[in-house]
């Protein structure tokens, strides 16, 4: 039987950390989709508490290269996800690296790499679908494009009830 976690604020943290887990491995792109995976995972929720979710955890819809949209993480934990759905490729010059991404999908991609705290990156500038990474003094564009490449081939852990 499914556990309800609406009500208490411990309920409501397991569940949000939950949503977190499912949307940094999973492209998920409907609130619907979301309700039917936490109940795989033993949450009954409504679709109107998980917009609240979405909203309170500041989880966006973003299109990725393969044109779907789907729902990505604001942080570190969905970094790696969200570069390897929205980046066609990396390249360097200097002491800045260069992400390309699909037409509209630089902004969302650059505002996750400046939250993600990604070390060496001093800042980003984004067009439509280009993002101009600057690499902190002493690195170069293409450690910085490696760092970030690592982060896109990197996998989130398995979750205990994943088999």
Do not use: C, W
Request: glycine fraction near 10%; avoid cysteine.
């Amino acid at each position: 039987m499914a556990e309800t976690l609406t009500t208490t604020a411990g309920g409501k943290r397991r569940r949000q950390e939950l949503i977190r887990q499912l949307v940094a491995q999973y492209a998920v792109g409907s609130q619907g989709e979301l309700v039917a995976l936490l109940a795989q995972h033993g949450i009954e929720a409504t679709q109107a508490t998980v917009s609240r979710d979405l909203e309170e955890l500041a989880i966006d819809k973003i299109r990725g290269a393969d044109n779907r949209v789907s729902y990505a993480l604001p942080e570190p934990m969905g970094l790696s996800r969200m570069l390897r759905q929205f980046v066609l490729g990396f390249d360097h010059s200097g002491n800045l690296a260069i992400v390309r991404t699909p037409p509209g999908g630089a902004a969302t991609v650059a505002a996750a790499i400046d939250r993600a705290g990604v070390p060496g990156v001093l800042a980003t500038v984004q067009g439509d679908d280009t993002i101009l990474v600057v690499a902190e003094e002493g690195l170069t564009g293409r450690e910085i494009a490696d760092r970030l490449h690592s982060l896109k081939e990197s996998r989130p852990p398995i979750m205990e009830n994943e088999q």
